[in-house]
């Protein structure tokens, strides 16, 4: 039966030849691999730290595969054993380098051994050019191996950057205890929607909130309990406002909203709504039931020459005018503050602007 090798016919003398090569190769492993394993560890570098033990299960096994091929023309073995070998040499730090010196020595190894079985060495040249074709392979397939696992590494390195990366971003702009966007992320935000409200002649409000009496909380049942009151109202707020509004801790006790796309009668509604759940509801803290309330100040964009400190500024003047009127109100800003949530519902007379 016709076999081929790298390509070309060989006849069946050859093939026997091969075994029988193949057969001396395994009779001499007991010799062979020590003296191989020994070659790879004066090697030094990445090798010096390698156990020996593991080493001679690698060497024996890959000794194993090429006797395969030598004998069946069966490169499976060793296509296996390049995979495996490729993953856990890459993943020990070892260079491509470092791991083909490995199996260069191993043609030193083998062309004593087949010398010895030929000692007229008419059959070694012939079948050391044959080791030399499957050592090339070898090489040429440990190499196409370590560069698909180098990829697969730097993709999963890049994968890990990007995460680590929006993992960054994300503490750059959140707040670490109540999980709202910080203050700082506010300014840019607010700047952000501020220029597309001008550019495209869209409606814009802000509310400012404050906890009323937090202070009181606090000194009364610790600053723990404060902290999770910060918390509890802030999943309120998340949970109160549309997909395409933002919730900042703006400060302190005080938390601030972005509505895009809100007229200021609409965040009059959506604040007032908050409002009114917020101080309808029990917060259950450690088996601790409290009732809280808050006062928010709303702005709007309400001309092109409005910056985002007039937002804040007058928003701030809207929330101080709900405190000086008794506290658990929404205000609105305009044309100097005027009032138009009280605690029972109805709309506050309004405060006379101050000269």
């Avoid at 802000?206 to 000194?219: E, P």
């Avoid at 938390?255 to 908050?274: D, M, T």
């Avoid at 007058?314 to 100097?336: F, W």
């Amino acid at each position: 039966m016709e076999r081929f090798v790298n390509g070309k016919s060989i006849n069946n003398d050859v093939v026997t030849l091969q075994k029988e090569a193949a057969e001396f190769i395994l009779s001499e492993k007991g010799e062979l691999l020590p003296t191989w394993v020994g070659c790879i560890k004066s090697l030094g570098g990445s090798y010096s730290g390698v156990d020996t033990a593991e080493l001679f299960d690698l060497c024996g096994e890959f000794l194993d595969a090429f006797c395969e091929i030598l004998e069946k023309g069966n490169f499976l073995s060793l296509r296996m054993f390049i995979k495996k070998i490729s993953s856990l040499r890459s993943s020990q730090g070892f260079g491509l380098s470092e791991v083909q010196r490995a199996y260069y020595s191993f043609y030193d190894v083998i062309k004593i051994a087949f010398e010895k079985w030929d000692a007229r060495r008419e059959n070694a040249v012939f079948i050391l050019e044959t080791a030399h074709h499957i050592l090339m392979d070898t090489l040429f397939e440990l190499s196409e191996a370590y560069h698909q696992r180098l990829i697969e590494k730097i993709d999963n390195y890049i994968g890990e950057i990007q995460q680590i990366n929006v993992r960054l971003k994300e503490l750059s702009i959140k707040d670490e205890l109540t999980g709202c966007y910080n203050q700082r992320y506010f300014y840019e935000s607010l700047g952000f929607e501020l220029a597309r409200s001008r550019r495209y002649k869209r409606p814009l409000s802000i509310v400012i909130f404050d906890i009323d009496h937090f202070k009181k909380v606090n000194d009364r049942f610790g600053h723990l309990f404060g902290d999770d009151m910060l918390k509890n109202v802030a999943d309120t707020l998340k949970k109160s406002v549309r997909y395409c509004d933002a919730v900042f801790r703006y400060g302190g006790e005080e938390f601030a909203v972005i509505l895009p796309e809100s007229k200021k009668q609409e965040a009059f509604v959506i604040a007032e709504r908050i409002r009114k759940k917020i101080s309808d509801a029990d917060f259950d803290i450690d088996g601790k039931k409290i009732r809280i309330t808050i006062s928010g100040g709303i702005n709007w964009c309400s001309s092109k020459t409005i910056t985002k400190e007039n937002l804040i500024a007058d928003a701030d003047k809207a929330l101080y005018s709900a405190k000086r009127q008794g506290r658990n109100k929404i205000v609105l800003y305009e044309n100097g503050v005027h009032a138009l949530s009280a605690v029972n519902g109805k709309a506050a007379k309004p405060e006379k602007k101050r000269r």
